[in-house]
């Protein structure tokens, strides 16, 4: 935790210790009133709602009057049209609501770090991007309430963490479906890591509308790899090069996209995205 963040967190610690003697509450109590629990009395709710504004305390999702308002954006990196999509929704959205919008990446913070400077910033929220938070990070989310939304995580939240994600089992079984139905039968996949939430729905979506195709799946045609220009263009390669090829290559990811429009040396098919 930085500096500041820590000293702020020792302020209103020994801010809500005194308004819980000054109530005649302990300190849970007065906690539970200010994240606005309900199992508090109205007449010991009322008392320490006033005391908290008498001492000017301000939670620490709420704007503080007179001070521009703000979150922040995480991403892994800010590459790719995928992460730039992503990022001008946010930004027009927070626009539309007066609110700045911090960005940063992975790279040389872990989403530790911007949890502390969520905290530190006094930031009314922290939207988080394609990552994968440890069990460390989501209990400290959950346990000081802190306003995060997730956004295609890698790996399942709790679900007290609210989380967003895109339809990529649906979006894999369509392209196939479009595939197949221009008479392809050898349909060949470039996915997402196997362990990540994104990559196993779009392998389950590619594998169920061949099923229902009444194709069989060949595990040959099928690679999975990292959100990763040089790795999808290998995996691509690997494909086409295969003893039995397939004649069109699903590729669900945008950022790697480029990889698979590439005509791969030694094949006369290109490896074709189909969806976004």
């Known amino acids: ?11 209103q610690y020994g801010l809500l210790t005194s308004i819980a ?4 509450v302990s300190l849970s109590t007065v906690s539970k009133v200010v994240h606005r629990r309900r199992d508090v009395g109205a ?8 005391l908290l504004d008498r001492h000017g305390y301000v939670r620490s999702w709420e704007p503080v009057p007179g001070t521009p308002r703000q979150i922040i954006a995480v991403f892994r990196d800010l590459s790719g049209p ?31 770090g911007w949890l502390e400077e969520c905290v530190a910033l006094g930031a009314a929220g922290i939207v988080i991007v394609i990552s994968m938070l440890s069990e460390e990070d989501q209990r400290r989310i ?24 895109v339809t990529n089992w649906s979006g894999a079984r369509d392209a196939v479906q479009h595939l197949l139905g221009l008479g392809h039968t050898r349909v060949g996949m470039v996915a997402g890591r196997s362990h990540s939430l994104a990559g196993a729905a779009r392998v389950h979506g590619y594998r169920a509308a061949l099923e229902e195709a009444g194709v069989p799946y060949d595990p040959a045609i099928v ?3 990292d959100f990763d220009y040089a790795e999808a263009l290998a995996a691509g390669l690997q494909i086409l090069r295969a003893e039995d090829p ?29 969806w976004r």
């Open 21 to 24: 003697t000054e109530a005649g």
């Open 43 to 50: 007449a010991t709710r009322a008392r320490v709602e006033e």
């Open 1 to 11: 935790m930085t500096s500041r963040g820590k000293d702020r967190q020792e302020a």
């Open 82 to 112: 995928y992460t730039l999509e992503v990022a001008r929704g946010i930004v027009d959205a927070a626009g539309e609501l007066g609110i700045d919008v911090v960005t940063g990446t992975t790279n040389r913070r872990s989403i530790s």
């Open 223 to 225: 690679r999975s790899t």
């Open 246 to 274: 397939p004649t069109p290559c699903s590729r669900p990811v945008t950022r790697r996209r480029s990889a698979c429009w590439r005509p791969p040396v030694g094949r006369g098919s290109p490896c074709r995205t189909t």
């Open 142 to 165: 959950v346990e000081q309430r802190l306003p995060v939304v997730l956004i295609d995580p890698l790996s399942a939240p709790t679900q007290d963490i609210p989380s967003i994600g």
